[in-house]
């Protein structure tokens, strides 16, 4: 397949949204080819997003991965850098699963790098007037998970979170209109098929 898999999440926890479900399925309607995007809206648990992931590499053998995920109390679209080889819930998965110290990927290395541009994808984010800023840490929770297993399978892969939508925060965290979400996202996957300078 020449293009892009592009993944968000379901809700989880107490929230009954995920901006980066949603901004996934609005890219998915703002995408012109002649390029082909494949999207998936992949379950918050640790063990089925992994396998649903893996899967979907398989199947369509994209040439980039981009898989997204929503963290609340960020202001910027946050391109991350790093996947660590780490899974250390600090809540359950939405399968009331809690693993504490465990590898993502058993045999792996202690991390990976992003293998997209990721400073080259902040700068288009950013001239398109969306906030964005490089992030070292995607944590150790499902979104962390899900980098590790692309990084680990894919050609290339990148991982990118995002603050809540407009009108999904609860508790006052900062906000951007999930068109700025998905417009971020396909500027993400067009950046990273552009061919390396």
């Not at 910027?76 to 809540?91: G, H, K, M, P, Y």
């Not at 925060?169 to 990273?192: K, M, N, Q, Y």
Request: charge should be negative; aromatic fraction near 6%; charged fraction near 15%.
């Amino acid at each position: 397949m020449s293009g892009v898999l592009l993944t968000g999440f379901e809700p989880f926890a107490d929230d009954p949204v995920n901006p980066s479900g949603d901004a996934v399925r609005l890219a998915a309607e703002l995408w012109q080819g002649p390029e082909q995007l494949v999207t998936a809206v992949l379950p918050v648990t640790f063990a089925d997003a992994a396998v649903r992931l893996r899967a979907l590499i398989a199947e369509h053998d994209p040439e980039v991965v981009l898989a997204t995920g929503v963290a609340g109390g960020r202001a910027t679209v946050s391109i991350e850098r790093v996947a660590v080889n780490l899974i250390d819930a600090r809540i359950p998965d939405n399968a009331g699963m809690q693993p504490v110290d465990v590898p993502s990927v058993p045999g792996g290395p202690p991390a990976w790098f992003a293998t997209v541009p990721v400073k080259a994808i902040a700068s288009a984010v950013t001239a398109a007037g969306i906030p964005s800023s490089l992030s070292m840490s995607a944590g150790t929770y499902v979104c962390n998970h899900v980098f590790a297993n692309a990084v680990d399978a894919a050609r290339r892969a990148g991982f990118i979170h995002v603050p809540w939508g407009a009108g999904q925060a609860s508790h006052g965290e900062p906000e951007l209109p999930l068109a700025d979400l998905a417009r971020a996202f396909v500027i993400a996957a067009r950046t990273a098929m552009a061919p390396l300078a």
